[in-house]
């Protein structure tokens, strides 16, 4: 039942965090990201955000560590925005699962391509 809440509050905090991404951080050093899944403590008091960023590695970092600077008015937003009584630190991780999947995919195909060619 407990695991169950934890999985609640996750969600809405990717919903939260997402929504002011976008809407109410002014850096411009964030790109184009997009928030892919919130690892959530079970005793709520620690989060891991997975962002994905599309760019380069020079963009990513920049919008890495733009949001790492920003994280204490995210975590004090989504405190009020959701009525927490303990709301998470927040950690932003880049989630390189899409371009890992990218990755596999070329390889699949390549080896499909070399073993029509013989």
């Known amino acids: ?4 809440r934890v999985h609640r509050v996750a969600e809405e905090l990717k919903k939260e ?17 997009t928030v892919t899944r919130v690892d959530l403590a079970n005793d709520l008091q620690h989060a891991k ?12 970092q920049a919008t890495l560590t733009a ?3 920003a994280a ?4 004090g937003e989504v405190g009020r925005r959701l009525r927490l009584r303990l709301t998470p630190e927040l950690v932003f991780k880049l989630d390189e699962s899409g371009e890992y999947s990218e990755h596999i995919n070329t390889v699949i195909k390549r080896l499909h391509e070399h073993d029509q060619n013989e």
Request: hydrophobic content about 45%; glycine content about 8%.
């Open 72 to 75: 204490g008015f995210i975590r």
């Open 49 to 60: 955000v997975f962002v994905s960023v599309f760019g380069n590695d020079e963009e990513k």
């Open 67 to 69: 949001l790492q600077k």
């Open 17 to 33: 965090i997402a929504q002011m991404i976008r809407t109410e951080v002014k850096d411009p050093r964030i790109g184009f990201s």
């Open 1 to 4: 039942m407990a695991r169950l």
